[in-house]
């Protein structure tokens, strides 16, 4: 069990500001999620080039 029952155990630290309230590894994760999406929106798809020879 080791460290992760330790993690496991602790209380969740929350942001409150007004009405919201939010938990900050699940902001985290929110935010991950979004630059992850953005990146999928900006970078180029693999293999998507076309070259002189092909149509």
Same mark, same amino acid.
């Given at each position: 069990?080791? +460290? /992760?029952?330790? /993690?496991?155990?602790? $209380?969740?630290?929350? +942001? ?10 699940? #902001?985290?994760?929110? #935010? /991950?999620?979004?630059? #992850?999406?953005? =990146?999928? =929106?900006? #970078?180029?798809?693999?293999?998507? $080039? $076309? ?5």
């Amino acid at each position: 069990m080791g +460290i /992760f029952h330790h /993690f496991m155990n602790l $209380k969740a630290v929350y +942001i409150h500001w007004g009405w919201f309230q939010i938990s900050i590894t699940n #902001l985290l994760v929110i #935010l /991950f999620m979004l630059v #992850l999406f953005g =990146l999928a =929106l900006v #970078l180029p798809f693999p293999g998507n $080039k $076309k070259g002189k020879d092909q149509k």
